[in-house]
């Protein structure tokens, strides 16, 4: 597999590529990788389709693009650290999920980006398609840095500098108060991100909040959830959203710092989901880098 077999085709007129040509279950060169590293910046999802993958190979690909996070379920509720998340309504024996693990995650049906709640959060998810419903569960993704792109200079002006409070908690029970365990409500605080926040090999600046966001340093409540809202639903309005239907043999990777994605609905009694995922810490070694740097 060479560069010169590889193929890149926009998805959305925003945002987003289809790569052909790759065989993510194969080591790949280093001009193959340099060529996806370079297109996940550009374009903030890739999706590659009719791939036979299986995990240690989601994990090597993870590994490429710098140091996978521990999945935050099984971590933050038993201390297990794993680096494969299980998404959708099958468990890791192949039996349904458990009613709390389904109405938890009815939670990433609301717009967010992943692990925006950790001090250092997640810059890329790889998420690998192995089952999925006949109807429903599909993805929908937006592009925060379009949406910037898009705002008046007031606008960005009140929001540059701001500083948001992720809180894992305040979102997953707004779905439910037993969506989250004693555990993680002992050991998952809120963190402090940039509302605003620059890729450092484009230069690019975007948007950085969702559903994890319940608060504005400086700012009262009612205000900074109306705020919130606005540039939300700037986000994530009709035309700019890419909806994707999931085929089994689909991966699909995106940059958590400059796209909002939310899960859609299904008939969870009816139809099989099962899908796996990993995520690429993003670079940082401390609260202070995350918040004043990508």
């Given at each position: ?49 009719d791939q036979s993958m299986n995990d240690d190979a989601h994990l090597d690909f993870t590994r490429r693009f710098g140091e996978p996070e521990e999945e935050h379920v099984s971590y933050y ?9 299980l998404v959708g309504n099958v468990d890791a024996d192949g039996n349904q999920a458990t009613s709390r ?194």
């Amino acid at each position: 597999m060479t560069d010169a077999t590889v193929a890149i085709a926009p998805l959305h007129a925003e945002f987003g590529a289809r790569v052909v040509g790759v065989d993510l279950s194969k080591s790949l060169d280093d001009g193959v990788f340099e060529m996806i590293d370079t297109a996940i910046n550009r374009y903030s999802i890739l999706l590659f389709e009719d791939q036979s993958m299986n995990d240690d190979a989601h994990l090597d690909f993870t590994r490429r693009f710098g140091e996978p996070e521990e999945e935050h379920v099984s971590y933050y509720s038993s201390g297990k650290i794993t680096y494969i998340g299980l998404v959708g309504n099958v468990d890791a024996d192949g039996n349904q999920a458990t009613s709390r693990r389904v109405k938890s995650a009815r939670g990433n049906e609301m717009w967010h980006s992943d692990s925006s709640f950790r001090e250092i959060p997640a810059m890329f998810s790889i998420l690998a398609a192995y089952e999925v419903p006949d109807e429903g569960g599909e993805t929908e993704f937006a592009s925060a840095r379009s949406a910037w792109a898009r705002l008046d200079d007031a606008t960005r002006r009140l929001v540059d500098g701001r500083i948001g409070i992720h809180d894992y908690i305040y979102s997953r029970t707004q779905v439910g108060a037993d969506a989250v365990n004693e555990s993680q409500r002992s050991y998952m605080h809120p963190v402090r991100q940039r509302l605003v926040r620059q890729n450092p090999l484009t230069g690019e600046k975007n948007l950085f909040v969702g559903s994890h966001v319940r608060a504005i340093e400086g700012m009262a409540d009612d205000e900074a959830r109306a705020l919130l809202r606005r540039l939300i639903d700037e986000i994530t309005r009709a035309e700019s959203v890419y909806r994707h239907r999931w085929r089994a043999g689909d991966v699909m990777i995106w940059d958590n710092r400059c796209v909002l994605h939310r899960g859609c609905g299904y008939d969870e009694a009816k139809f099989r989901r099962r899908m796996h995922q990993t995520r690429v810490r993003c670079r940082g070694t401390s609260l202070a880098e995350t918040v004043s740097s990508d």
